[in-house]
């Protein structure tokens, strides 16, 4: 991927709601609006470094079309670090981290399947969540599968997963996926 810088966020608000800030001058929970949004950003011209070197995925990385706008596509991706990656995946140059905040909807785009799967085949670790927790998806994807339909699966999983949504409710979920990625790590050993 190339980086690109040029873009504008135009209308587009996302990370301002989306996003967990943890600077002391702008502390705020993931999916609470900012305390300075105010249609824009209420103090553009004197907002914190954070937000000033922020750069989400859209507008850092060319192959995305404009459609992925995250306030449209319902998408808002990071770049992460080898660092930020599970042990296994540091070797890889960067991941590309999805978080969804425009429902099931914007997991059914077609485009954002067509999108993983060419990630996924470059073996770009791909993490996607709803808020909180997170999976990796390249993990879930060792045999032949309907990506789209294991991305909904996924997407459910993860969003009845929400910590919104209670301990107990949040339990079984996560299990789920652990057992899920447990089952396709042992399929591919033995495939292999
Ligand atoms: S999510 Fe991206 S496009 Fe939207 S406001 Fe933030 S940096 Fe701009
Ligand atoms: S200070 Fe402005 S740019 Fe930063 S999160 Fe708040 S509204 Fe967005």
Same mark, same amino acid.
């Given at each position: ?73 319902? &998408?808002? @991706?990071?770049?992460?670090? %080898? #660092?930020? /990656? ?6 890889? =140059?960067?991941?590309? $981290? ?27 670790? &791909?993490? @996607?969540?709803?808020?909180? %927790? #997170?999976? /990796? ?6 045999? =032949?599968?309907?990506? $789209? ?37 042992? /399929? ?5």
């Amino acid at each position: 991927m190339t980086a690109l810088h040029k873009r504008r966020c135009g209308p587009c608000t996302a990370c301002c709601v989306a996003l967990k800030i943890e600077a002391p001058e702008l502390a705020k929970k993931a999916g609470e609006p900012c305390r300075h949004l105010k249609g824009g950003c209420g103090i553009y011209e004197n907002r914190p470094d954070v937000c000033r070197e922020f750069l989400c995925g859209w507008r850092l990385f060319e192959e995305f079309g404009d459609d992925w706008r995250p306030d449209l596509s319902g &998408v808002l @991706m990071m770049r992460k670090a %080898p #660092s930020e /990656l599970p042990p296994a995946w540091q070797g890889r =140059p960067y991941g590309v $981290h999805m978080v969804i905040i425009g429902g099931e909807a914007a997991v059914r785009r077609p485009a954002f399947a067509e999108q993983v799967a060419r990630l996924v085949a470059r073996n770009i670790p &791909v993490v @996607m969540s709803a808020a909180s %927790p #997170s999976t /990796l998806v390249n993990e879930h994807l060792t045999t =032949p599968t309907d990506l $789209h339909s294991k991305l909904l699966e996924l997407y459910a999983l993860l969003h009845a997963a929400r910590w919104e949504r209670g301990y107990l409710r949040m339990i079984p979920s996560l299990y789920r996926l652990l057992l899920d990625r447990q089952y396709a790590k042992l /399929l591919s050993r033995s495939n292999g």
